[in-house]
């Protein structure tokens, strides 16, 4: 019975358990996942506050080339001025090609654009509530008053108000779909919200914060799962530096391309206005290039300790070997070591002893 209460008393030896490298590999993928887009929602953001709060898009606008931009349509490809005429001056009295082509060019119509993308850059920044609309009239008053006294001196042709009314008249549609596209994109429901949010400083700062809280939780998994820390800082550091670094790339091959090369021959009427547009992207990129390399460096640091100390640690646990081994020396015993010597004269008689013998030959004593 006290052999029976003694092996009840004893407590089964619990091993600790290995963290589990499957599941260390499967959840450092969804939190790297995670992290890439939670940089591109910050890369984003940044660039869309600084792009429209700084008035970045309205001047861009303002310096693009529009005589130069060329219209494909129906496998056909035509010159702005001339696609301008065809489309929504084609029925007006006075009106040629010539003075489209003229009117495009002129930098009061670049004006009106940038005014346009003031007025979006305005609303997505939260400064007006009011969602902005183009209106045909505008165009129609940009060409009967502000442009009318040039391009009648330079085209002999007045804008009457029969043209202007043929005008409103053909560009009414195409702007009414332009607008209620606007208004789908930016104007009501869930991607109002989250545009006009994230674009915002609040919303720059709540990307920055979601990134991080999520580094947060990713190291707390780590510590509680006994995940590696510098795989983990490696891991955050790459994913938010992969992103910014090809958004970086990416803006330096379009500038060289659009403005040094002339590569893009479409593009050619952003040459002047590219640099301006991508000045935002550049510096995010290399801000998030930057900071991404920062938590990757401190990763392969942390990597490069914690390997070191290992082999240390290994090193002591093992036994060290004896420069030379011993040399063993055998001596033969003999076989009894009891045994008294033979004598060589017998004690009794004197008598000389046959080597070997037990028996003296003179008086028969035995040994």
């Not at 260390?24 to 995670?34: D, M, P, T, Y």
């Not at 809280?213 to 820390?229: C, D, S, T």
Request: net charge positive; proline share 4%; charged share 20%.
């Amino acid at each position: 019975m006290a052999e029976t209460k003694t092996q009840s008393s004893e407590k089964p030896i619990q091993t600790k358990k290995k963290p589990s490298r499957a599941g260390a590999v499967f959840g450092s993928i969804l939190f790297f996942i995670l992290t890439v887009l939670l940089t591109l929602l910050l890369l984003g953001s940044a660039i869309g506050h600084h792009m429209l709060s700084k008035g970045q898009l309205s001047q861009a606008v303002s310096k693009v080339q529009l005589s130069e931009i060329t219209v494909e349509e129906n496998g056909t490809s035509q010159p702005l001025g001339q696609w301008v005429y065809e489309k929504y001056l084609y029925n007006s009295v006075n009106l040629t090609s010539e003075y489209a082509g003229l009117a495009v060019a002129q930098p009061e119509m670049n004006d009106l654009l940038a005014q346009y993308a003031t007025e979006y850059s305005d609303y997505l920044t939260r400064k007006t509530e009011t969602m902005p609309k183009v209106e045909a009239d505008d165009f129609a008053d940009l060409m009967q008053e502000k442009m009318a006294s040039y391009m009648e001196h330079e085209t002999g042709i007045i804008f009457s108000e029969a043209d202007r009314i043929a005008l409103v008249k053909n560009m009414q549609s195409d702007l009414s779909a332009w607008n209620g596209t606007m208004e789908q994109i930016m104007g009501h429901g869930f991607n109002k919200v989250m545009l006009r949010f994230f674009m915002t400083k609040a919303g720059v700062v709540t990307a920055c914060v979601l990134l991080h809280v999520e580094f947060v939780v990713w190291l707390v998994f780590a510590i509680r799962k006994k995940w590696r820390k510098g795989k983990l800082f490696k891991g955050f550091g790459f994913a938010v530096a992969i992103p910014s670094l090809l958004l970086l790339l990416g803006c330096g091959v379009f500038l060289l391309l659009t403005t040094a090369m002339d590569a893009i021959s479409p593009l050619s009427f952003a040459q002047k206005s590219m640099p301006v547009l991508l000045l935002s992207a550049v510096w995010a990129g290399l801000a998030g290039t930057l900071y991404g390399a920062i938590f990757a460096s401190i990763g392969i640091a942390t990597n490069a300790v914690v390997r070191a100390k290992g082999e240390k640690t290994r090193k002591k646990a093992q036994p060290s070997e004896p420069a030379e081994k011993p040399e063993f020396h055998y001596t033969e015993l003999p076989e009894d070591s009891n045994q008294k010597p033979t004598p060589t004269h017998c004690p009794k008689c004197g008598a000389e002893i046959v080597p070997g013998g037990k028996f003296c030959g003179g008086c028969g004593y035995k040994f």
